[in-house]
């Protein structure tokens, strides 16, 4: 996957970089999970039951199913977080898929209240987890993927925007989705573009462009926030649009 050399902008504290190689630095990136978990925790406390059961556009999710993957994962990386700087290694989840899918689908019935207030209690654990890594600590191994807790923190940023925004509530969609995140979403999910194809990513108004495979050219613009969440499987406000058309199949998520 190759990068353009566009200008990079530095406003909000860095999370409006146009290089898609350049990743905010930790301490903004800590900032925006933060302020992500309070908007989070404020929309999501008053959800009755009859809205903890309301269907999402995740195949066979509602939002309760949406609300225990949070907090399961929350939970699971606060324990990476923690067994990394006590240089041990964990797996993320206890039995692996089957564990975190048979937790998801059992904690979906839980009622509303038990599964909000689960919810917010891991996003609390999770970021005073972040908060006791030190500088030189972030390179530190872990389990999730063989990475670093460095990666936990960006996989972290992923998810929380993107199944935060799947909730469908109001103040928590894609347009909230920084540029940073956005940039870093077309590199991240670049392995789902189709293979035996030359594909590049063009979003309006900027300099930069993602591009990834070898072959017949296929290129795709569109608002970089669009492009986003296209590619992460979403439906965006505005489609992008692909020459030729039409817009490719999309792999599996890496």
Excluded at 7 to 33: E, H, I, Q
Excluded at 164 to 171: E, I, K, R, V
């Amino acid at each position: 996957m190759t990068h353009a050399d566009p200008p990079t902008a530095t406003s909000n504290g860095g999370l409006f970089s146009a290089d898609p190689r350049r990743l905010p630095p930790v301490a903004v990136l800590r900032s925006d999970v933060e302020a992500v978990h309070r908007t989070l925790t404020r929309v999501i406390v008053d959800l009755r039951e009859e809205d903890v059961r309301r269907e999402t556009a995740l195949p066979g999710w509602t939002r309760a199913h949406l609300l225990r993957h949070l907090a399961d994962l929350a939970q699971a990386f606060t324990r990476q977080v923690q067994c990394a700087r006590a240089g041990r290694r964990i797996a993320v989840y206890d039995g692996g898929r089957a564990g975190r899918d048979a937790s998801i689908t059992a904690g979906a019935a839980l009622p509303a209240q038990r599964l909000v207030a689960d919810a917010v209690v891991a996003l609390q654990h999770l970021e005073t987890a972040f908060g006791q890594v030190g500088d030189e600590e972030w390179a530190l191994p872990c389990s999730y993927r063989d990475g670093t807790l460095h990666d936990v923190l960006l996989a972290w940023w992923r998810e929380v925007h993107i199944h935060g925004s799947d909730l469908d509530l109001p103040t928590m969609t894609t347009e909230q989705w920084p540029p940073a995140l956005c940039w870093h979403l077309l590199a991240h999910l670049g392995p789902r573009l189709p293979q035996g194809r030359r594909v590049t990513l063009k979003p309006d108004g900027t300099a930069g462009h993602v591009t990834s495979g070898v072959g017949p050219t296929v290129r795709i613009r569109g608002r970089l926030q669009d492009l986003a969440v296209w590619l992460s499987g979403r439906r965006p406000p505005h489609q992008p649009t692909a020459v030729p058309a039409p817009l490719p199949d999309l792999g599996l998520w890496p």
